[in-house]
């Protein structure tokens, strides 16, 4: 038997094992288990088989049980393995018979709307939690001072329900079920801001491994022609768009490495040369712009802002990033042609990058992975549950599983 026979039997074994635990029924055996809960011990024991029998090295293991522990157990799950914190229509029946008849029926609504959307929000729930977020909701109009005299009557009456008799014993009975905060979870590995940084370096650097970005270099480049002035455009955008997801050094190391050649075809006097080596890095700073990803001050930044409460998504900041690097693009280019006249009159710097895309396991992969990474972080956050933290996992985790990025490639980053 050979080795990746022995590999595969071992991960089916370890599969098989860990994935009954999911169809356990811990509820007949006295165990008031819930689902989030259930999810945990299949987990640890895929966690645990994986390390004894060691079916892939220990530390891509570790990066595997931290992303399935954020993709299926952590509040910011996906959409499909998210569940309900609690049942919304006994929580809104809990608030009706707080009131108590007689109580006026838009008012009921709107605290019931209000305390379902506050406990969803909330990072943790339970029975206090429910209790006080009621009461609180409940006594607002007597906070506010808004309430007269007899409506201030009811509303204590309503407020002394929720703590004490029928309407108390309901919220301490009621089934709640709490994810695991995605801060804890990244906090076993590092902040989430470098997580989303990590996964953008072994995106750039899986890329590079498997010439995705010179093959990509090449087919962008191609509809911009052979003038020289539409070229250097051309050169400006895919350098630009390498950049939000790369380096801005590597990618202008990268590009600048692909242009030295093409340089040589330029005459001694011809100052296009000059023009289009400035191109590089102007394009590489340009780029990083439109992403959060795309240079350090940008996580920073970003950082600051989701402390501050401001919830800028990986797609609202392209929203407003990349229009920016548009136009900057095209002022940058305009000032390089004017400066620097250009004398050579064609210039196929697509057909000077020679290659072709990998076909192999690894590269497909890579092509993949990358896409839906990028996908992930485009859309909305609503159609699919992740943040781009937890996104960014994920090219870490398949990359590392899969062999495609090493030991040696996460040292050099």
């Not at 022609?225 to 400006?236: A, H, I, R, S």
């Not at 289009?276 to 340009?286: D, H, K, R, S, Y």
């Amino acid at each position: 038997m050979t080795q990746a026979q022995k590999t595969i039997i071992k991960l089916l074994v370890v599969l098989l094992l860990s994935g009954s635990m999911l169809f356990m029924p811990f509820e007949e055996w006295g165990l008031p288990i819930n689902a989030i809960q259930t999810r945990v011990i299949a987990l640890f024991v895929f966690a645990a088989l994986m390390w004894i029998l060691e079916v892939i090295p220990i530390w891509t293991t570790s990066v595997m049980v931290i992303t399935l522990a954020l993709l299926g157990t952590s509040n910011t799950s996906l959409n499909f393995l998210k569940v309900d914190k609690f049942d919304t229509k006994e929580v809104q029946a809990i608030v009706a018979d707080a009131y108590g008849p007689g109580a006026n029926a838009d008012t009921v609504k709107a605290t019931q709307d209000v305390v379902v959307a506050s406990l969803k929000k909330a990072a943790s729930v339970t029975p206090a939690v429910v209790r006080n977020t009621i009461n609180t909701e409940i006594l607002k109009p007597v906070t506010s001072g808004k309430a007269d005299d007899a409506t201030k009557a009811q509303l204590m009456a309503a407020s002394a329900r929720v703590y004490d008799g029928e309407v108390s014993k309901r919220i301490g009975d009621l089934e709640l079920v709490n994810q695991t905060q995605q801060k804890s979870i990244f906090a076993t590995f590092a902040d989430p801001i470098i997580i989303l940084f990590l996964g953008g370096f072994f995106l750039a650097d899986a890329a590079t491994k498997y010439r995705l970005d010179i093959n990509l270099a090449r087919v962008l480049l191609k509809p911009f022609g052979t003038n020289p002035k539409y070229v250097m455009l051309g050169l400006m955008s895919v350098t630009a768009l390498f950049s939000m997801f790369m380096s801005n050094t590597a990618t202008a190391a990268m590009m600048l490495a692909l242009l030295t050649p093409v340089l040589a075809l330029f005459k001694p006097e011809d100052r296009g040369r000059a023009a289009f080596a400035l191109c590089i890095p102007i394009g590489a700073n340009v780029g990083g712009i439109g992403t959060p990803i795309g240079t350090p001050p940008n996580a920073i930044a970003l950082k600051f802002m989701q402390e501050m409460g401001l919830n800028i998504t990986f797609g609202k900041w392209m929203l407003f990033g990349v229009p920016f690097v548009i136009i900057m693009l095209l002022v940058g280019w305009l000032v390089l042609v004017k400066m620097f006249p250009i004398s050579q009159k064609s210039l196929d710097l697509a057909k000077e990058m020679k290659g072709k895309f990998l076909t192999t396991p690894k590269a497909i992969i890579v092509y993949v992975t990358f896409i839906v990474t990028i996908l992930l972080w485009v859309i909305p956050k609503d159609y699919h549950g992740l943040d781009s933290n937890s996104v960014a996992i994920i090219p870490i985790a398949v990359f590392s599983v899969t062999g495609v990025i090493t030991k040696k490639d996460l040292k050099s980053m």
